[in-house]
């Protein structure tokens, strides 16, 4: 598997998505789903970032512009810094997003890849992320059907991942700042540069471990010890996203040196057992800012689900479509008869 691996990353990059004549340039595409993904040229590229001169986000590997696309239609670009392994990256992103069209996923336009730097066009979503809004220099009070919904989104665009691909899909980054929000607040998960494809729901260890350390406060202990990837990497990030919504609070704190799980550890147990305190403990942990303005059993609902979620041991998580199921039980705030529907990949 690892020869057969390595002998299709180094065949064509247009093989590798189903372009057959890549002198064509960009009348060339691919067709997804209901939708249609471009192969631009680099003058396009250039042209529609103004030269590049627009810097809206900035990543480890990638810088993302505002684009003015046709008409007046706004995309954002975004652009891998090029070498040997960040290339490869960029291949492995550019085959999962060509397979995935769902309304809480943000929607992928096309790509460049004539320059060693790869360039991605997706849909501009206005509204930031979810770091800057509930953690940044000016940060927003998203009320609590707000974030039940963002939670709930996020969940369904998960289980589609785990589920209702095909191949399977790990997103492998989940955290607050790959959570985009549109004009209405609706979860858009972005940034698949750590997603792997093909994916059972049972957690086995691989015959080669390789470490790649994430995020602070989302990756899940049993990844870093291991090297082991599976669903339930996550489904632990999912849970630390909705602690985050529930809380307000960061799940890292670098001038404290702290995790969030960590702070919380010992309420998420007491909430667990159901003793007489449980709901005062709730209570206590619920966004200080939200000022009294949430229901007390949807908070405890969630924090339970968070406790499953962050369970040591992987094969003791449930799994996305069993929290999206709990969360259509127990959480009033969200009608799930509004959510949006999934829709399958193209295979």
């Known amino acids: 598997m690892g020869f057969l691996l390595k002998f299709l990353r180094r065949r064509k990059p247009t093989a590798a998505i189903g372009v057959a004549d890549e002198e064509k340039g960009r009348d060339l595409s691919v067709e997804e789903g209901k939708g249609c993904v471009k ?6 590229i250039k042209d529609f970032t103004k030269d590049f001169s627009r810097l809206i986000g900035q990543g480890g590997f990638s810088n ?16 891998h810094v090029g070498n040997d392994r960040l290339n490869q990256v960029f291949r492995q992103e550019l085959d999962i997003l060509t397979r995935l069209r769902h309304d809480n996923i943000v929607k992928f336009l096309g790509y460049c890849d004539d320059q060693e730097e790869g360039a991605m066009v997706f849909e501009y979503v206005p509204n930031g992320n979810l770091q800057e809004k509930l ?8 009320p609590w059907k707000t974030r039940m919904s963002i939670a709930f989104q996020l ?8 589920d209702k691909c095909s191949p399977l899909i790990v997103h492998g980054d989940i955290k607050a700042s790959n959570i985009l929000l549109d004009e209405r607040f609706n979860c858009k998960l972005c940034d698949f540069g750590s997603a792997k494809m093909g994916f059972s729901s049972t957690v086995v260890p691989p015959r080669t471990k390789h470490i790649m350390v994430g995020s602070p406060g989302y990756t899940d202990p049993h990844y870093l010890r291991t090297g082991v990837a599976s669903k339930k990497n996550d489904v632990y990030s999912l849970g630390v996203i909705i602690l985050e919504l529930v809380t307000g609070m960061e799940a ?13 550890a010992s309420n998420l147990r007491e ?28 908070a405890k609902a969630m924090l339970i689900i968070v406790g499953l979620c962050l369970q040591q041991s992987p094969t003791a998580r449930p799994s996305a479509a069993e929290i999206l199921q709990t ?8 009608d799930s008869r509004l959510s949006s529907p999934a829709k399958d990949c193209d295979h």
């Open 39 to 44: 192969r631009f040229k680099w003058d396009e």
């Open 64 to 79: 993302v512009y505002l684009a003015n696309l046709s008409g007046s239609a706004l995309g954002a670009v975004k652009i």
């Open 135 to 142: 953690h940044g220099k000016e940060r927003e009070l998203l």
């Open 155 to 162: 969940a369904e665009a998960i289980e589609f991942l785990h």
């Open 252 to 264: 890292f704190c670098p001038e404290r040196g702290q995790l969030l799980t960590r702070m919380v």
């Open 271 to 298: 909430i667990a057992e159901g003793g007489g305190g449980a709901a005062e403990t709730v209570a206590g942990m619920v966004d200080p800012r939200l000022d009294g303005e949430f229901d007390l059993e949807e």
């Open 327 to 334: 969360m259509k039980d127990k959480i009033d705030s969200v």
